[in-house]
């Protein structure tokens, strides 16, 4: 398998080097923004031969290519497109400068509110403990002394 004509087929079924933005890869895709959707020939693109699927997702073309693979592909794709590599941080943070207001509104909701949720379920979860314990010691099922120790 020639991993560079594999690269040269994909920056051809993209619209060229003229219509990469950036490109990133992670353990099975080739991740892409690309300036301008509508040059992409996806076709094209599913019938290379290391190609395992192509779909869009979060403002990135995402090309299925598999581990190890993928590696090789991304090096001799960023050496073809003349372009450097980059991140996946780094695609994720292009892909939301494409974005409009209110998705990106909905973006930093979302990353403000995500890490605490295991707190918020936590204090739920006590709380829920704490009623129950009350609840069977207001109906005699169990004795609490003053500290709150449970005795029978």
Known sequence: MDHRSSA???LSAIGGKKNLV???????????????????????????????????????????????????????????????????DEVKAQVAQKQNWFKRLIKTLGDVFVPIIPAIVAGGLIMGIMEALNFMASNGFISLDTNGYVFT
Do not use: M, P
């Open 8 to 10: 040269r087929e994909i």
């Open 22 to 88: 950036s490109a990133a890869h992670c353990a099975t895709r080739l991740r892409l923004i690309i300036a301008d959707n509508s040059k992409i020939q996806k076709d094209t693109l599913e019938n290379i031969d290391v190609v395992k699927g192509v779909f869009e997702a979060s403002g990135q073309l995402q090309i299925i290519i598999g581990t190890g693979t993928v590696n090789k592909v991304y090096d001799e794709f960023i050496a073809e497109a003349g372009v450097e590599a980059s991140s996946k």
